[in-house]
Nanobody, 124 residues
């Protein structure tokens, strides 16, 4: 069992930056690929970014590519989502998740463990 806790969300203005953290506890963290998803009111949960357990490969949704950077520190059992140049359309609840897939999958159902989410609100 892996427990995931997100932090770092908040209310910011368009163009600002935020760094979300996802702290893992329980079973070893380094064996899992990690992903971030987000869900805006009335919309489906959508893929944001994912990273392999070795941090050797990352994937990004087109909507965040060039603005968001996902990294991880396995020694600290923590993954970080650096979000720059935030836009109002980035407003959502952001969830981190862990999967035992080798590749950084974009599919929510392939993730085994989920955090409770952290709210990000970007005002125009």
């Amino acid at each position: 069992q892996v427990q995931l806790v997100e932090s770092g969300g908040g209310l910011v203005h368009a163009g600002d930056s935020l760094r979300l953290s996802c702290a893992a506890s329980g079973r070893t963290f380094s064996g899992y690929a990690m992903g971030w998803f987000r869900q805006a009111p009335g919309k489906d949960r959508e893929f944001v970014s994912a990273i392999t357990w070795s941090a050797g490969s990352t994937r990004y949704a087109d909507s965040v590519k060039g603005r968001f950077t996902l990294s991880r520190d396995n020694a600290k059992n923590t993954a970080y989502l650096q979000m720059n140049s935030l836009k109002p359309e980035d407003t959502a609840v952001y969830y981190c998740a862990a999967t035992n897939m080798v590749l950084p999958t974009t599919l929510p159902y392939e993730y085994i463990y989920w955090g409770q989410g952290t709210q990000v609100t970007v005002s125009s």
